[in-house]
């Protein structure tokens, strides 16, 4: 006998069927993010934002870290923080400067992620925003971000 599907395993089932996030490999993100026009976007190399990537999310899509400080949260690839750049209903005074809901950051396609970090880095903090990108990819050689990428 079958157990009944309960409340709780369907809203699990549905929350995976929605947000289904994907962890990249290095050289797919390359090819993807200079596909999106990241390449050179306001002087930022494509080395530079796969190194981004690695240091803020390890290439998964799916990556959310909450920051206990300010009760805001970071979504996705980029980890874009819900305190400014998008909206997660949940975060105290979020300003929301992309217009997006910050489950829109979680998905397998990064249009969107991409999108924000392109208003981000327009910002005047610009790629600084990241800690990851100052303590890890800063005056650092990136070339082996893309290095046997055939870019």
Partial sequence: MKAPLTLLTLGLLL???TIQGKVYD???LARTLQSLGLAGFQGITLANWVCL???ESNFNTNTTRFN???QSTSYGIFQINSRFWCNDGKTPGSRNFCRISCKALLKSNIWSAVLCAKRIVKDPQGIYSWAGWIKHCKNKN???YIRGCHL
Avoid: H, V, Y
Wanted: a neutral charge; aromatic letters at 6%.
């Fill in 15 to 17: 929350l995976s069927i």
């Fill in 26 to 28: 290095r050289c797919s």
């Fill in 53 to 55: 990537a690695k240091w």
């Fill in 68 to 70: 206990p400080e300010d």
């Fill in 142 to 144: 990136l070339k082996e």
